[in-house]
T-cell receptor, first 114, second 112 residues
Framework: DSGVTQTPKHLITATGQRVTLRCSPR?????VYWYQQSLDQGLQFLIQ???????AKGNILERFSAQQFPDLHSELNLSSLELGDSALYFC?????????????FGPGTRLTVL | TQLLEQSPQFLSIQEGENLTVYCNSS?????LQWYRQEPGEGPVLLVT?????EVKKLKRLTFQFGDARKDSSLHITAAQPGDTGLYLC????????????FGTGTRLKVLA
């Protein structure tokens, strides 16, 4: 158990809908990262927050947004969902904001868009 | 574009064999991490290498960071079926972009 929690574990929705994925980092970690992993694909970095502020942006679509709250938990919002958004979404946390930090991953949310 | 290329992409071996997985880049990394991921689960951190030329051992796994900090390798001795999984290297380029990138991955299957 990494200490990172993600909810929900599974999510099934329809095209055009909006969903919110939630992540709670390990106690004491200030950074949260979001990744997307499609079937048999690698991990695609979406976005990183550090202590409430956006720190780095990867290949995140404009339909997706995220935020980190004062209690350091984070939410990833996915809107106008398309079939291709079906994937595993992972959240990871690390103690600091950069410098090649070791990351600790949650169990993931499996999103299925029908 | 910063890339971490891993080779081989797929590897299927018999229990007891040795293997090496490579992680290469044209960029310098301040450190590199190796993770193992099992189907449907999040990656699990195995090791971090920081210093050029560093060698770290974790039971039957040996990790090496290249002298120029652009490449790394993972060697598994006497592989076991429990080693089966997706091996990923990852890191942030030393240029300090804060973008953490993952390698293309090596999918290992160890047959009993």
């Amino acid at each position: 158990d990494s200490g990172v929690t993600q909810t929900p574990k599974h999510l099934i929705t329809a095209t055009g809908q909006r969903v919110t994925l939630r992540c709670s980092p390990r106690s004491g970690d200030l950074s949260v990262y979001w990744y997307q992993q499609s079937l048999d694909q690698g991990l695609q970095f979406l976005i990183q927050y550090y202590n409430g502020e956006e720190r780095a942006k990867g290949n995140i679509l404009e339909r997706f947004s995220a935020q980190q709250f004062p209690d350091l938990h984070s939410e990833l919002n996915l809107s106008s969902l398309e079939l291709g958004d079906s994937a595993l979404y992972f959240c990871a946390s690390s103690p600091r904001g950069g410098g090649g930090n070791e990351q600790f991953f949650g169990p993931g949310t499996r999103l299925t868009v029908l | 574009t910063q890339l971490l290329e891993q080779s081989p992409q797929f590897l299927s071996i018999q229990e007891g064999e040795n293997l090496t997985v490579y992680c290469n880049s044209s960029s310098v990394f301040s450190s590199l991490q190796w993770y193992r991921q099992e189907p449907g689960e999040g990656p699990v951190l195995l090791v971090t290498v920081v210093t050029g030329g560093e060698v770290k051992k974790l039971k039957r796994l040996t990790f090496q960071f290249g002298d120029a900090r652009k490449d790394s390798s993972l060697h598994i001795t006497a592989a076991q079926p429990g080693d089966t999984g997706l091996y990923l290297c990852a890191g942030e380029a030393a240029s300090g972009t804060y973008k953490y990138i993952f390698g293309t991955g090596t999918r290992l299957k160890v047959l009993a």
